[in-house]
């Protein structure tokens, strides 16, 4: 949700010059404008979120909400106007499976050292007033109780570690753990796996793996009209509707949508960090040309590495925020338009927005996850052809050679994104 | 003096080894291919829309969830997709319109109003010239002021999708 707001600025990085309590309002506001979201595909709006009165069970009433107007200025973020622009166009904050990938970098976990050098002494040197700007804002959103009464309430005494709440959402929505260790959890302990029962999705890695390599099975053959054909249109939409079922389980009735929005919101605050040379990245010495080697950079400072695929979890995070929201509204259901997915608008036309994403995200998740996807279909024996490319996506640089740590949870399931044995671990 | 060549020996041809069903598919393949060449400029479907279109034509249901996808990509705010607009609704008299808050992107030309109607009317989709007189009012012809409008899509000269607006509930005054 940040994000957007921060591209309405001449400068994104100058979000963070807006006082924490206006971009906790904002927050408030944009939750309550979501049933402006237009209507996609046959689902009533904001079906997809479990409960089309969710948004309206939770928000703050109008009257009481223009108490207090974020009013954020932008050609004056360090100022407030009670009659300012809301900024709230249709929007829909993203699918929790940004702020997974987001946080399987480890970019939470350094941006809590940084900000732990900054607030506790001076040995980061000399910091500009922006960057103490970006440590207050983080500090206050990210690392502390969120203000009474406001929609990114979803911390208290009965669950009062963000990072086992988000970790809960992750193993309940898609039963992925984060590679790395809560920091002070003895090795083993998964406080986030108590009393979710089997209301978590622990068959999703697995369907939504079949799904991509279905998909690709299809986008292989798309113009393929005499030889064997394996793609099975109906079967991409078994898969799919598979994964909104599974999906809407955990929604019924509105559940963890509250969730959603806050994390989603607060890891999008941990990608503007990298996203660009903002001043703490600046001041640290980690300008470069992608987030991940910013992130690397700025480990680098604090003795943190990041997970070794960051540069493919960050690139994923965009693309599989939309096409999760796109399987959960239904889009690619059998009853709807499942060979979408693969297939342009025209047979030999050129590929939609939606067909170059998804093969983007089979080769991110491939390389990511160390799973082949792209397996040829065609041909068998000796005329069976080779993948045309490497399972690995190419990085500008080697990557570090992991250090192999004792696992860090326990349960059966493992992270979406081994290996990742140093991610967040000091080194 | 020309020598008689020997007649040419060796073994006698195979017979037709070719599938019959592969070559029928072969040669829908080729038919589909060649219809497709052929195929007539597609009609066009707005009185207001001016441009040719050459070509086959897309396919309705693949072309929705295309566009669905779109719309989701630019309600997430992604830098490249179409950008989210502010709309209200207003009536004066008989007359029912949808305003457009934010500046309109230069490249829109035509807006796509859907409504769910109601149940006499069923879905109505109404096709609306950009007026550019910079006020950004489309004035609605079936959508009446007590349906529901369920998504405003502005489109360029080529049907591409430059923006998009809000549901409107029934507009109350």
Not at chain 2, 62 to 91: C, F, I
Not at chain 2, 93 to 121: L, M, Q
Request: glycine share 8%.
């Amino acid at each position: 949700m940040y994000r957007y707001l921060a591209r309405q600025f001449p400068d994104p990085a100058r979000i963070f010059l807006v006082h924490p309590i206006q971009l906790s309002r904002w927050l408030e506001v944009a939750w309550a404008a979501a049933p402006q979201v237009p209507v996609l595909g046959k689902s009533p709006a904001t079906a997809q979120l479990g409960s089309t009165t969710v948004i309206a069970d939770f928000d703050v009433p109008e009257e009481l909400l223009k108490t207090l107007e974020p009013g954020i200025l932008l050609n004056d973020p360090g100022n407030w106007q009670q009659t300012a622009d809301r900024h709230t166009a249709p929007l829909l904050w993203d699918h929790l499976v940004y702020a997974y990938l987001i946080e399987s970098t480890g970019v939470y976990e350094i941006i809590a050292k940084i900000l732990a050098r900054i607030v506790r002494g001076e040995t980061l040197g000399k910091l500009r007033p922006e960057t103490l700007q970006w440590a207050r804002v983080m500090e206050e959103l990210l690392f502390r109780s969120p203000p009474l009464f406001s929609i990114g309430g979803v911390e208290s005494k009965l669950r009062d570690d963000d990072r086992i709440n988000r970790r809960n959402a992750y193993w309940r929505m898609f039963g992925f753990d984060l590679p790395h260790a809560v920091p002070g959890l003895p090795p083993g302990a998964a406080p986030w796996k108590a009393d979710v029962g089997n209301g978590a999705n622990t068959a999703f890695g697995d369907r939504f793996r079949e799904l991509l390599t279905q998909v690709w099975t299809g986008y292989e053959n798309k113009i393929n009209q005499v030889g064997a054909n394996a793609t099975d249109a109906q079967y991409v939409g078994l898969l799919a509707e598979a994964l909104d079922d599974m999906l809407g389980n955990r929604r019924q009735g509105g559940l963890l949508s509250r969730e959603e929005l806050t994390y989603s919101a607060g890891m999008s605050l941990c990608d503007l960090t990298v996203a660009s040379d903002t001043p703490v990245v600046q001041d640290l010495q980690a300008t470069a040309t992608s987030p991940a080697e910013r992130l690397a950079k700025l480990g680098e400072r604090v003795g943190v590495v990041p997970a070794p695929r960051a540069r493919e979890l960050f690139e994923l995070s965009d693309p599989m925020s939309a096409l999760l929201w796109g399987i959960e509204l239904g889009l690619f259901n059998p009853n709807a338009a499942p060979e979408s997915l693969y297939l342009p608008d025209t047979i030999g036309g050129p590929p939609t927005t939606l067909n170059i994403e998804v093969n983007r995200i089979i080769d991110l998740w491939q390389s990511a996850t160390g799973t082949r996807i792209k397996i040829p279909t065609a041909g068998t024996g000796a005329a069976a052809r080779q993948p045309a490319q490497p399972l690995r996506a190419p990085v500008p640089t080697p990557l570090p050679a992991p250090v192999p740590t004792p696992a860090p949870t326990a349960g059966p399931a493992k992270p979406a994104f081994a290996p990742a044995g140093v991610n967040g671990h000091r080194v | 003096m020309p020598t008689k060549q020997p007649a040419p020996t060796g073994q006698k041809p195979e017979p037709n080894g070719i599938d019959p069903a592969l070559v029928d598919r072969l040669v829908r393949a080729l038919e589909s291919i060649a219809a497709q060449g052929q195929q007539a400029p597609t009609a066009v479907t707005s009185g207001i829309d001016n441009h040719d279109h050459h070509g086959p034509r897309p396919d309705p249901v693949r072309s929705r969830a295309a566009r669905d996808y779109d719309v989701l990509r630019g309600l997430l705010g992604r830098a490249d997709a179409p950008l989210p607009l502010r709309m209200h609704r207003k009536n004066e008299g008989y007359d029912t319109f949808v305003v457009i808050d934010d500046p309109i992107p230069p490249a829109a030309r035509t807006a796509i109003v859907e409504s769910p109607g109601d149940g006499k009317s069923g879905q109505l989709t109404e096709h609306i010239a950009i007026p550019d007189n910079g006020k950004g009012e489309l004035e609605l012809d079936e959508i009446s002021a007590d349906m529901p409008i369920s998504r405003v899509e502005l489109v360029d000269c080529h049907d591409a999708l430059v923006a998009f607006g809000p549901s409107l509930p029934v507009f109350k005054s």
